[in-house]
């Protein structure tokens, strides 16, 4: 199983990203896929999940700004940030579970200047 996330970067305040997280060795149209990210000196939150049946869900911080989204003939999910703010900063991980365990992407940093 990998899980392959690109796409972060630096971006102004206001800016916009999208996150890309490539997977294999799983079947990648039944799972659920989620965005979690890390901010320095804190713990990995979740940010986003995606079902298998395309039903999403936010973290309250992120609602209205980002949009997760899954393209099942890629076996990719995504992940676009809008209307980025410097609280966003952080290392962002894809991830779903597969034969009994989660499996986590390398992350890629995300840095919102202000």
């Known amino acids: 199983v990998q899980l392959q996330a690109s796409g972060g970067g630096l971006v102004q305040s206001g800016g916009s990203l999208r996150l890309s997280c490539a997977t294999s060795g799983i079947n990648f149209r039944i799972n659920t896929m989620g965005w979690y990210r890390r901010a320095p000196g804190k713990q990995r939150d979740l940010v986003a999940q995606i079902t298998s049946g395309g039903s999403t869900s936010y973290a309250d911080s992120v609602k209205g700004r980002f949009t997760i989204s899954r393209d099942n003939a890629r076996n990719t999910v995504y992940l676009q940030m809008n209307s980025l703010k410097p609280e966003d900063t952080a290392v962002y991980y894809c991830?779903?579970?597969?034969?009994?365990?989660?499996?986590w992407g390398q992350g890629t940093q995300v840095t919102v200047s202000s």
């Open positions: 991830n779903t579970d597969s034969r009994g365990r989660p499996w």
